[in-house]
């Protein structure tokens, strides 16, 4: 019988806004739970219509509350993921400690499939917190539940990311733009659309106990992803190699501020690259062969960016 209740943690975000309009489109019906219902509700209520979506307000670490909500559940999809911590042991919390919990209540409940959104590349960046977090969190999992499967996608992008349009606002502002490590990071950025449809196949087929790198047609060099961004926004920036003793001492100063751009842990995952790591399918293996090409998406909405919008002059370079 075809699973109908999809209870989804971390909905608000960039993935799952554009998850529960996939999945209710396909006549799934979800619950999404959120940590402020008065803060978030307004964006979540919109993705979905009426009847397909409810909303629940837990605190994440509220056994009971989320024991509850996991009777009504067939499958259950984990989204929750933060970028920095707030404060030391955030990582490990979110990381670590929510997936361990869902996946024994899943196990418990013996729903048809757990399925947790990783990171790609995180197997080698041992020094960073963050990818040791979310490695302990796919261990855990793992040993939990054998119904489980755990998508790593590399970098995400969308007009409704913190990437692309971070940059774009970024670009737009600053005069020149540093680049870490020369800027020679590789990512296999994948576009939102694409890494639904993953997860839409991943609800819907019958395959667990299964990891899959989500990745998009392209590798593209950090250099490279600025460069792009700054001829789809038309303007021209100086792009300067940091060395790296300067580029920590910028983390740490930034990482001051509530929403770091840069952060020290966020700088030795920059080490890594973000591509294929051979160690797992990749959603080539599975056939899904995703098309969506970097420049012509992010074409679509860097329009908000350009001097004169969506009426900008063909290749009007400014400075
Ligand atoms: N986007 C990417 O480029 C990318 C790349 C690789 C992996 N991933 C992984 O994919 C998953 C989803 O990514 P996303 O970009 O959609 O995430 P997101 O927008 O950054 O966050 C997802 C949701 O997590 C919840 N959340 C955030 N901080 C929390 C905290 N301290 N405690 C409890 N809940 C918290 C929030 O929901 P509420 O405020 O509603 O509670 C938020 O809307 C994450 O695990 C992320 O690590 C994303």
Same mark, same amino acid.
């Given at each position: 019988m075809k699973a109908k209740n999809c209870l989804i943690f971390g909905g608000s975000g960039q993935i799952g806004r554009n998850l529960i309009r996939k999945l209710t489109k396909n006549n799934y019906r979800v619950t999404v739970v959120t940590r402020n219902i008065h803060q978030k509700s307004y964006i979540i209520k919109t993705q979905a219509n009426v009847g397909y979506i409810d909303i629940a307000e837990a605190n994440i670490f509220d056994e009971n509350k989320i024991r509850e909500l996991f009777k009504k559940a067939d499958i259950c999809i984990n989204l929750i993921g933060i970028l920095?911590? !707030? !404060?030391?042991?955030d990582f490990k919390i979110i990381h670590t400690d929510l997936p361990d919990l869902l996946s024994q209540i899943a196990k418990k409940n013996k729903i048809q499939k757990f399925i947790h959104l990783s990171s790609l590349g995180i197997e080698n960046a041992l020094d960073s917190d963050y990818a040791k977090s979310k490695l302990e969190g796919e261990k855990k999992i793992k040993n939990n539940f054998e119904k489980f499967v755990i998508l790593k996608p590399s970098i995400v992008y969308s007009v409704d990311d913190k990437f692309t349009t971070r940059f774009m606002t970024l670009l737009s502002r600053l005069p020149i733009m540093p680049l870490y490590y020369n800027g020679n990071t590789k990512f296999n950025p994948i576009h939102v659309s694409d890494l639904v449809d993953i997860i839409l196949n991943t609800v819907e087929n019958k395959n667990n106990n299964l990891v899959v790198e989500c990745i998009g047609p392209e590798i593209l060099t950090f250099k490279e992803i600025i460069e792009k961004i700054l001829i789809s926004i038309q303007k021209k920036r100086f792009l300067i190699p940091v060395p790296i003793q300067i580029a920590s001492l910028t983390a740490k100063l930034l990482q =001051? =501020? $509530?929403? $770091? =751009? =840069?952060t020290e842990d966020q700088l030795k995952l920059l080490k890594y690259d973000n591509v294929s790591t051979g160690l797992y399918k990749t959603n080539f293996d599975f056939g899904f062969n995703t098309k969506k090409n970097f420049d012509e998406e992010i074409n679509k909405y860097s329009y908000n960016w350009k001097i004169g919008g969506q009426f900008a002059i063909k290749d009007n370079i400014k400075k």
């Open positions: 920095f911590e !707030k !404060k030391s042991g =001051l =501020l $509530p929403n $770091p =751009l =840069l």
